[in-house]
């Protein structure tokens, strides 16, 4: 069965330069969480949709971030005038349930360097 | 909130011989926890997991957790590793309130088989 996609796999940004994430969950899941893992690092939380809602935004580190699930199942995560220290692995989950205590399925990343 | 200490960073562990990941967390409420592993250029996967019942879990691979709630522990244990397991392993906690950023991961320890 179909997991979760993320595109592109990797991307290559100069310093600010725009850039858009997208993600595509389970069918059906109403979570959906994004992470962003530097190297060597766990993944940590940035943002929280229940189906369109987002729900949780504290995680983002700053306002150049943006992530939007206009119709509750894609959702793209957008990074403006993108930074050195932006460069990380950003990691998409979903789950069935509203807020996801359990089980999340991860995509396999977006892989950010910038330049 | 809720945090997750994995002691070591790196282990390296000859094949067929038994292995620890250590991880211990932190709470001021009750959690589910989780084993993730990563293997190279992959996503995270769940390996195994801890909601209620039996303090001891397995996963079909051999690996096996215990909760310890007077230790705050969830050890990861398997008596006799491959080549095969050789990836990087997160543990996480989640606190069974419904809430959304409610997955933490540790920083995860990076598990190496010798031949």
């Known amino acids: 069965g179909a997991g979760v996609s993320q595109s592109p796999r990797y991307k290559v940004a100069k310093r600010g330069q725009d850039v858009a994430l997208r993600c595509d969950p389970i069918?059906?899941?109403?979570?959906l969480f994004w992470y962003q893992q530097a190297l060597g690092q766990g993944p940590e939380f940035l943002t929280y949709?229940?189906?369109?809602?987002?729900?949780?935004k504290s995680g983002l580190p700053s306002d150049r971030f943006f992530a939007e699930r206009p119709e509750g199942s894609v959702s793209t995560l957008k990074i403006q005038r993108t930074q050195q220290e932006d460069s990380a692995v950003y990691l998409c989950?979903?789950?069935?349930?509203?807020?996801?205590?359990?089980?999340?399925?991860f995509g396999p990343g977006t892989r950010l360097t910038v330049l | 909130a809720q945090s997750v200490t994995q002691l070591d960073s790196q282990v390296p562990v000859f094949e067929e011989a038994p292995v620890e990941l250590r991880c211990n967390y932190s709470?001021?409420?009750?959690?589910?926890l989780f084993w993730y592993v990563q293997y190279p250029n992959q996503g995270l996967q769940l390996l195994l997991k801890?909601?209620?019942?039996?303090?001891l879990v397995e996963s079909i691979n051999g690996f096996e957790a215990e909760f310890n709630k007077s230790q705050t522990s969830f050890h990861l244990r398997k008596p006799s590793v491959h080549i095969s397991d050789t990836a990087e392993y997160f543990c996480?906690?989640?606190?069974?309130?419904?809430?959304?950023?409610?997955?933490?991961f540790g920083p995860g320890t990076r598990l190496s088989v010798l031949p």
């Open positions: 989950a979903s789950c069935h349930a509203a807020g996801c205590t359990d089980t999340q399925y």
């Open positions: 069918s059906g899941h109403v979570s």
């Open positions: 949709f229940q189906n369109e809602a987002q729900l949780d």
């Open positions: 709470s001021s409420v009750s959690v589910y």
């Open positions: 801890y909601l209620s019942g039996s303090t």
């Open positions: 996480a906690v989640s606190a069974s309130d419904n809430y959304g950023q409610n997955f933490v």
